[in-house]
């Protein structure tokens, strides 16, 4: 069984200031762990995956996670909010060999000029 | 290339009707999944298609949904008859391949209330 909690339903941030996403993870299996945001009206876009290579990973437009193992935690971070980040994000984890996603509750990021 | 498209993009419909949600995935995927988001809850996996078959139809509510994928293109949802509780947003994903280093791509999602 699996399952992700993701900390904070709501994060409110100023343009220019970090941004950090907290989620943590339950699996009995070895992970593959996932952020994907939703904007408006739009499709979940993948911003990032964790798939036992490097714990520290890199995403789209300026985003990385750390996978931590002791911890059970895949946060996600930016080191500078733009108010285009304004969306939902989705901490999501499968097996490392496996298919249905299991989602976190999502955090909506609120980006104040 | 054609991202995940989905018809239509909004459904209202009154509690005893019929729907039917469409899913058109990235050609050349096999993998096909449909997902729910029920206001104020987690999306929630629904069932998985490889090709035509159904690999995984754990996360069906009821017998009132069925999901198809004759000859192994789009997939259709359909819902009959709707109730109250089916209104939320359906996603579909698909991907190329099964292995956790496979990407599923999401199409905008379909919402359906249920009046």
């Known amino acids: 069984a699996q399952s992700v909690t993701q900390l904070d339903s709501h994060v409110s941030v100023s343009e220019g200031t970090p941004v950090l996403l907290r989620c943590n993870y339950s699996?009995?299996?070895?992970?593959?762990l996932f952020w994907y945001v939703q904007h408006p009206n739009k499709g979940l876009q993948l911003l990032l995956k964790y798939t036992s290579a490097a714990t520290l990973v890199k995403g789209i437009n300026g985003f990385e996670a750390e996978f931590k193992k002791s911890e059970t935690s895949f946060h996600l971070t930016k080191p500078s909010a733009h108010m285009s980040d304004a969306a939902e994000y989705f901490c999501?984890?499968?097996?490392?060999?496996?298919?249905?996603?299991?989602f976190g509750g999502g955090t909506r990021v609120l980006v104040k000029p | 290339e054609a991202g995940v498209t989905q018809f239509p993009s909004h459904s209202v419909i009154e509690k005893g009707q019929t729907v039917t949600l469409r899913c058109d995935p990235i050609s050349g995927h096999d993998n096909l999944y449909w997902y729910r988001r029920v206001m104020g809850k987690e999306i929630k996996f629904l069932l998985h298609f490889v090709k035509e078959s159904k690999q995984d139809e754990s996360g069906m509510p009821n017998n009132r949904f069925l999901a198809e994928r004759t000859g192994g293109t789009y997939s259709t949802l359909k819902v009959q008859p709707a109730e109250l509780e089916d209104s939320g947003v359906y996603f579909c994903a698909s991907s190329q391949g099964l292995s956790g280093t496979d990407t599923q791509y999401f199409g905008p999602g379909t919402r359906l209330t249920v009046l």
């Open positions: 699996s009995s299996y070895s992970p593959s």
């Open positions: 999501v984890v499968t097996k490392a060999a496996g298919n249905k996603l299991t």
